[in-house]
């Protein structure tokens, strides 16, 4: 794919090493919200490259449980070689304990949740933090001795060695994990390591990015023409108004209305961003098509595909009517870029939407928003004076209603599901909870129940609700709603919405379900 690689890597960048921990990523939130750039890197790059990125410190994340597994992940020891302030946290610290010549033992028993630590070195790592803290500990192994320079740091009741450190090398390790807000001092020791041991200076801010950002659209965007696909979500409104300032009209957006959006939602999009934004904002109304290429249809991933592929028939339509256009806008976020890099799992779903355009178009990518999380997008709105309705939309996925009209999709259910998902999301913000939900969304089953409604025997479809909390989208716990506010919804929605006879509440996570019912 022609890609421009936009590198907006500040001076000062610090390298998180993947060793596939559940947390990893959490790890990478952390240090920036301590106000310090960090990229993700798979555990096995080579050391050129990481040599490369001239970072200024190392954080080996956590990883498999034992470092006496087959085939465990390593890092080149020569790593601890380069005099870059390298951390180690749970399987990081073990590893390194480990190749550095210190005494890991495998665990019999899993260590595992809240532990009390005693601090027996209170400065470096530990400086400014209590004594004793409270302390996250997911781990099997522990170490037992840490190796020769190095001295313990902390200790708990199952770790005698919960944290060390080498003081004259800079290498430390910490055997629970910083990064989780069940460790109260976490974020304050990850900030020592950043600022004390790698000398970072607090000053990656979204002001700051935004600045560098622009100035690398304008760079490489140079007198040509851009063009991005509008959804309504966040990603790509804050993709559009970043490369607007960059580049000013030479961006024309084009919103394609598939006919599976929200009811109400073509109109308030066009709205938006004729109010907002005064950027020049091509209209397509194509539901009719989709709706043609979607007859018949009842698997999940060929909604997708067969969406997908109108999206790309639309929209090369009407980029070829703009004339010159040489490159698209697109809001891919950096949990995207990482889970589709080299290591990571199977594809559960396929969630790229305009996959496959710019080869066709020959576009080249713009993806300004590459190396941010979906939290610092919306700072990035923020920063950008996004209205609020937009910054804090809950996600809604490309192929839209498709995937939520479980089975066929028709006209007639397509409808009915807009309806109960109007009042559901209504009610859902008139009572507070659309705030503190990280998505809700309605879905129509394909079967039919028995019901009775004013004397006469019904025989109609449940609605489903989803709600739920989720800081990555990764996971996702389903939202402990109250049942005052689930009775009205019930009711409204089995009252209002003609063809509904049953309300339903989803109480599954994700693992195992997912957030999407296809
Ligand atoms: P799942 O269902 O995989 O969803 O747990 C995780 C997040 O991704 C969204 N999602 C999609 N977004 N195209 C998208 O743009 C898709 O095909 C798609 N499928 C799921 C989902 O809404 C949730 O926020």
Avoid at 101 to 113: F, I, S
Avoid at 193 to 215: I, K, N, Y
Avoid at 401 to 417: D, F, N, S
Avoid at 428 to 443: C, D, E, M, P
Wanted: net charge negative; charged share 25%.
């Amino acid at each position: 794919m022609s890609g421009i690689s936009m590198d907006l890597s500040p001076a000062q960048t610090v390298i998180i090493l993947d060793f596939g921990a559940q947390y990893t990523q959490l790890i990478a939130r952390r240090v920036r919200e301590c106000h310090v750039y960090c990229e993700l890197l798979p555990y096995d790059t080579p050391l050129p490259v990481l040599r490369e990125r001239r970072p200024v410190g190392i954080i080996l994340s956590g990883g498999p449980p034992s470092v006496y597994e087959r085939g465990a992940p390593q890092v080149d020891p020569s790593i601890y070689g380069l005099g870059i302030p390298i951390l180690g946290i749970c399987y990081g610290m073990q590893l390194m304990a480990q190749q550095l010549g210190g005494r890991v033992v495998p665990g019999e028993q899993r260590e595992y949740g809240r532990s009390d630590l005693e601090i027996q070195r209170g400065d470096g790592l530990f400086s400014g933090l209590p004594d004793r803290l409270v302390a996250w500990m997911s781990h099997g192994d522990r170490v037992e001795a840490p190796p020769p320079g190095f001295e313990a740091l902390a200790r708990s009741a199952n770790s005698p060695v919960a944290a060390m450190g080498n003081r004259a090398r800079r290498l430390f390790g910490v055997q629970f994990h910083p990064e989780v807000t069940h460790t109260p001092w976490g974020s304050e020791l990850l900030r020592n390591f950043l600022c004390r041991e790698c000398g970072c200076e607090p000053s990656w801010t979204m002001g700051s990015f935004l600045r560098d950002a622009v100035a690398a659209v304008r760079d490489q965007v140079g007198n040509g023409r851009a063009v991005c696909a509008l959804s309504g979500g966040v990603d790509s409104a804050v993709a559009a108004a970043l490369v607007h300032r960059a580049v000013g009209d030479r961006l024309t957006c084009v919103f394609v209305n598939h006919g599976l959006l929200r009811s109400g939602e073509p109109e308030s999009v066009r709205q938006t961003f004729a109010e907002h934004f005064r950027i020049p904002l091509v209209y397509v109304d194509a539901a009719q098509r989709f709706l043609e290429r979607l007859r018949g249809v009842t698997d999940p991933e060929e909604k997708r595909r067969r969406i997908g592929e109108e999206f790309i028939r639309v929209f090369e339509e009407e980029a070829h009517r703009l004339g010159e256009v040489r490159f698209l806008v697109q809001g891919t976020l950096y949990p995207d870029v990482i889970e589709s890099g080299p290591g990571h799992a199977a594809t559960i779903k396929t969630h790229h939407n305009v996959g496959g355009l710019p080869e066709r178009m020959h576009l080249r990518l713009i993806e300004p928003l590459r190396w941010l999380f979906k939290d610092e997008v919306r700072a990035l709105g923020e920063e950008l004076g996004l209205p609020e309705e937009i910054i804090w939309r809950h996600p809604f996925p490309g192929p839209g209603l498709a995937i939520r009209v479980v089975g066929e999709v028709t006209g007639e259910r397509l409808e009915i599901l807009r309806h109960a998902d109007a009042i559901v999301m209504a009610e859902l913000r008139a009572s507070g909870y659309y705030q503190r939900l990280a998505q809700a969304l309605v879905v129509l089953a394909p079967v039919r129940s028995v019901g009775v409604m004013g004397d006469q025997r019904s025989y109609a479809y449940p609605v489903i609700l989803r709600a739920v909390t989720s800081e990555d989208f990764m996971t996702a716990d389903w939202a402990r709603l109250p049942f005052d506010l689930l009775e009205r919804l019930s009711n409204r929605v089995v009252n209002e919405v003609p063809g509904v006879n049953r309300f339903l509440y989803d109480l599954t996570s994700k693992p195992p379900a997912t957030i999407e019912w296809e």
